[in-house]
């Protein structure tokens, strides 16, 4: 099959299998107020999510180093499909919806790296990175989509039909892989997966480090963005101007954002192609840590300030995502792309996990000042995006020199 229509048919299947991604965040307001949620209980429930992709990518992933990468990506669409399902019949409260946010976080960990590696196993040549940031820069469509449906669906059929609907969808994407993408490769054992050997190499590959870091500190800003955008557009909502922008309701607006994310993710790969991988992904770094404390500290303003902010926020967080994932790719060991990517992603969600906790925490420690909480909370978004520029500095210099 050639690269082409395989990229094209993986990154429909990652759409959809991420169409439940963000139905949880999309409604966060309503859950907060209708089970009587703290903050920090909230950013539970978003954190879960990313600890149990944690636990479950480096099994999964690196498993497709020594196996067919389409069986995994084919039990993490069955696993999204069910855990959208049981929380839409079964959630309640918050202890209720911990084991379906946690089924889901394991349907990602099967979906989204292992779709990646089946897609590097058929992509060759100079253009591998290209096909590379389509399929990531994917990823913020099926969050769009998965924000815009949940919004929608809810307006008119109430929050479960909302999650049941991303269950339908994430199964069609189940029925895709299995009736139409080829198999994956198998590497040799010396990167077996989970092997404490595979992993070394990996650690010990400077290169590719430097990129998995900077992942991690562009993923604490960015999932903890995705966990909470909804509930800061509600809160600027609630108490600015909406002159001009009323049709645009918070959930739409997240989608909005979202959406912007694929031509950003993928322009910021061509830059990188342009002008130098390190180079630009550090000046986009920048201007998004900057940019979050002005976004953060916009909601008491208008709603017409916080939105336009969102979405120019939205561009710069999504805009090194691609050239992130791809230096990482391009600089694995031989034989080893399963195991980095399993890496790339632990340390990455990892930091994914903590992000929207960190923000759910700061949030309640200064609940009496609202307009303060969500900018601190923001600040905090953009601290850990700042740390990325000095991993790919400490790192990527081997002898003195500039390597990547």
Known sequence: MKPLPVTLLLCTAEILGLSGMASFAALLPDF?????????????????????YVIAVPVLTARTDRRDAKRVLLFGLAAGAVSCWQFAFFASGFASALAPRFLAGISLAGVYMPGLKLLSDHVRGSKRTRYVSFYTASFSLGASLSYFLAGELNESLGWRWAFGVAGAL??????????????????????APGSRAGFARVFREKKAMAYVLGYAAHMWELFGMRSWIVAFLAFSWQGGDQAGVSALTPSRVAALINLLGLPASIGGNELCRRFGRKRTIVRIMAVSAALSVVVGFSGSLSYGWAVVLGLLYGVFTVGDSASLTAGAVENAPAGGRGATLAVHSTLGFGAAFLGPLAVGVVLDLLQGYPAVSWGAAFAVMGGGCALGPLALSMLGRINGKDSI
């Open 32 to 52: 907060i107020q209708s089970w009587q949620l703290s903050n920090t209980e909230a950013g539970w429930l978003s954190a879960v999510y990313y600890g149990a």
């Open 170 to 191: 994430t199964l069609l994407g189940f029925f895709t892989v299995l009736l139409a993408a080829p198999s994956g490769e198998k590497a040799s054992a010396e990167m």
